[in-house]
């Protein structure tokens, strides 16, 4: 083959492979997430049915997680789009650059590849509520007259706990001296309130609840709280992936005002109607897109649910007794790795385990492989403990015969030493696969999915059919993993070794 023949044959073969990244990269889901709040789960249904009306396909994460959560996701392609605003942009994830200006913080966006589009149309600034009768009570109009009040009880989002233009820095501008503050979900705040366990918490200026629980909100006098505008950001390369969709995104602009933000939330917290369908029904009426939507019945969720959860579990599992089995192992023939081992895998288990599913973000993005992977490690320290002491206590006896009849170390463990020990082993699977069930529903906070994902919609909207929906299950699964490994135990390990000293 000539030289020049060669050239041109690398040629086509580089243009055909560029060709199909192509094709490969313009046929990719348009991806979407949301925060955990209801108005951004409304916000993202509407952008799942425009970019479906528009002709692209969607892969759509509703209450995917917090601010910095979805930001990190969007700046490592995680996801493509979301909901956020303008205020928390400047305050909170840009705060270190102190941007004055739209402008300032459409070029530092633009410099991470993230476009910002314009207003959606309404400010959901942030506030501080009280029940009317108290705040009149006490003479409380204005955040400044907190101060007067030192034993106030606040409860506050926990975001807001700890966000730049949160608490920390409201307890400064105002000087505010009470003490007894504590972090809470943001709806379970609202009930706090109603039952008077708190006395103010923060709340989204759109929020529903301010009216249904009939709330004050206390006038911020000393304007610490900037002006929070609705917008989209997008990675800059959706443009050209997806331009069908994000012109039709951009007819959302300007077209929400707070009072028609406030009517859609109303909807879905007081009246019971689903994120999706209020969406759509804005949408028509808005826009008049015609957009259809079909939502899954309560057994295709909870089917859904199912395998995301029995995946969660399985494979974390199964990857947990590949090695877990082996280290403990290790541990009881090498006695100087012994106590590393064990406290390495103590010390994970000491972890938080929402912190643990946290950390994994930033290694492996959202969904299910971080959840999988923090599952994993939480399963561990059962499996390599109860291996370890399985061998450990086998009389020294048996061993001393099984080491007399000539046989070597592995023989040893494959035919006395693991088969007696097959007890206690199977009892650390056991247990950890029952923890692994329960601690699962805690990757629906990062987008896994599960069980956990109706427990958090439930929490969020007061629904405690949906807490239902997921918690139920959650302890029938275990109660079922508990009794297989009861039923595998009387399979596997013989029935001399099941019977117990005095049988």
Avoid at 78 to 96: A, K, V
Avoid at 213 to 226: G, N, Q, S, T, W
């Amino acid at each position: 083959m000539s030289r020049r023949l060669k050239t041109w044959l690398a040629l086509a073969i580089v243009g055909a492979l560029a060709a199909g990244a192509a094709r490969a990269e313009e046929s990719r889901p348009v991806r979407i997430g949301t925060k955990e709040f209801t108005e951004s789960v409304i916000l993202g249904d509407m952008l799942d049915l425009l970019a479906r009306d528009a002709g692209n396909a969607t892969e759509f994460r509703p209450g995917l997680g917090g601010t910095r959560v979805l930001w990190d996701a969007l700046r490592t392609d995680r996801i493509d789009i979301y909901p956020e605003y303008t205020g928390t942009l400047i305050q909170e994830i840009l705060s270190s650059e102190r941007l004055a200006g739209e402008a300032a913080l459409r070029a530092a966006l633009a410099e991470r590849g993230i476009v910002m589009s314009r207003s959606l149309g309404f400010n959901n600034t942030y506030g501080v509520g009280m029940q009317k009768d108290v705040a009149s009570r006490l003479g409380i109009r204005t955040i400044s007259d907190l101060a007067r009040h030192p034993e106030l009880r606040f409860g506050f989002s926990n975001e807001f706990m700890s966000r730049g233009d949160g608490w920390p820095s409201l307890r400064d501008r105002y000087r505010l001296p009470q003490s007894s503050v504590k972090g809470l979900e943001h709806d379970l705040a609202y009930r706090g309130l109603a039952a008077g366990s708190i006395d103010a918490t923060d709340v989204y200026t759109t929020d529903a609840e301010i009216a249904y629980y009939d709330l004050a909100v206390l006038e911020d006098d000393l304007h610490h709280f900037p002006v929070y505008d609705a917008v989209w950001l997008y990675r800059a390369d959706l443009a050209r992936r997806a331009p069908a969709a994000v012109a039709a995104f951009r007819r959302l602009e300007g077209a929400i005002d707070a009072r028609a933000m406030t009517r859609l939330n109303a909807r879905v917290k007081i009246e019971r109607e689903t994120e999706k369908a209020v969406a759509a029904d804005f949408l028509r009426r808005r826009l008049g897109a015609d957009v259809e939507i079909t939502e899954e019945t309560w057994l295709q969720r909870f089917l859904r649910h199912t395998l995301e959860h029995l995946t969660l579990v399985g494979i974390s599992l199964a990857a947990a007794i590949l090695l877990a089995v082996p280290l403990g192992i290790a541990a009881f023939c090498v006695p100087r790795v012994a106590q590393p081992i064990l406290a390495v895998v103590g010390l994970i288990q000491t972890i938080p385990s929402l912190a643990l599913f946290v950390f994994m973000i930033p290694l492996l993005g959202i969904g299910g492989p971080p959840a999988v992977v923090a599952l994993f490690l939480y399963s561990l320290l059962p499996i390599v403990r109860n291996t370890y002491a399985g061998l450990q206590d086998i009389a020294g006896d048996i061993r001393e015969s099984a080491a007399a009849l000539g046989l070597p170390l592995f023989a040893r463990l494959r035919l006395v030493e693991l088969p007696i020990a097959g007890r206690a082993i199977l009892s650390g699977i056991k247990t950890s696969a029952v923890i692994n069930v329960g601690t699962a529903t805690l990757g629906a906070l990062i987008g896994a999915g599960g069980y956990g994902q109706p427990i958090l919609t439930g929490i969020r909207l007061n629904d405690i059919g949906l807490i239902l929906q997921g918690a139920v299950p959650s302890a029938v699964l275990a109660l079922l993993i508990q009794g297989a490994f009861e039923l595998l135990e009387r399979v596997i390990v013989p029935r001399g070794l099941r019977l117990k000293p005095n049988d």
